[in-house]
């Protein structure tokens, strides 16, 4: 399917809609609005409406969205009416607390494969899975179709990680490691730095 | 100190600039450019000038930024020429995880408290902390005078807890339940939840 080019910051908005969508589901609500939206979101009304009708028409002037409809449609767009396969590379503390993590049951990816290069870990059971030798890290993912990844190395070794992923055949990193990667263009990297969001509010305090 | 109205989103640039700066100190450099700054952060180098100047003159025409001052300099900015402490709610995988995550050394923050409502983890030890009762948690923070909180509870009960985090006086909170929260304006929140990540990069796969 050939994507017209929407702003990336719009993209990114789609998840936390369909989070509050789902959170709307389990309680049971069938309807909601932009405004209702825009109350539980901190968006504005109108940015939430225009958002959305970049990808259709998903809600009527007056009646508003329907909840489950619009969840299905927003996991559509983003590619989530299946589960992708996750790797996780480095079997450390955060590369563990990952295998172990409740947070992507139903939400479209499960983690499948754990690599470390430490002698000490491989074999070893992390959560339901095994650590894998990270020397047969490129032909397991490239075997097993996998496309996306999570880096949980020290910062030192996640550019040569990262390298070996896209090698693998990985189009989508999830950087926890605390520096920037170069990939190819077709590769997708998103960053989690816990300090670096902390620093960004000390910011504004006394 | 006033703070005069700069954009939330070039604040949130300033601790990548300092992580690139602390890993160039790190590696001996002592000089970069806004174009060596750009070719390893993906900004490009008329951005990161523009940025920077907004909080003073910190480099000469043709001699670049020396990296040890701007460090500094962005240090003393983002208030972190100190060490914040920081209280964990929740002592689940994710909770135990900040307890022992290594990010945190040296990049002005330190994990003092950690705090669960279940009984069979209040007393335990997770990390160098010693499990404490939420119940207690509005005093003990308030006495301990910390400002900076991070939530690590299921996502039901996340809204609670930052009630609570407010009555005691925490200003910025880091906010892993994968939920919204409503805060007072003069309190920050910022969220990490992969899965929102991962979301936001599978829009792009096939």
Known sequence: MAKKAIPD????????YLRALERMQQAGQKITSSKDLSARLGFSAAQIRKDLSQFGEFGKQGTGYHVEYLSKQLRAI????????????????????????KGF????FQATLIFDNDPAKIGKKVGNLIVQDTAEMVQTIREAGVKIAMIAVP????????????EAGVKAILNYAPVQLSVPEDVHVEYIDPATRLQKMTYYLE
Do not use: F
Request: glycine share 10%; proline share 2%.
């Open 9 to 16: 910051i719009i993209i990114g908005r789609l998840p936390i």
């Open 78 to 101: 983003l590619n989530i009416n299946k589960v992708w396969d996750v790797a996780i590379v480095g079997a450390g503390d955060v590369g563990s607390a990952l295998a172990h993590y």
């Open 105 to 108: 049951v139903n939400r479209g």
């Open 155 to 166: 910062a030192d070794h996640a550019q040569e990680v990262a390298d070996q992923l896209v």
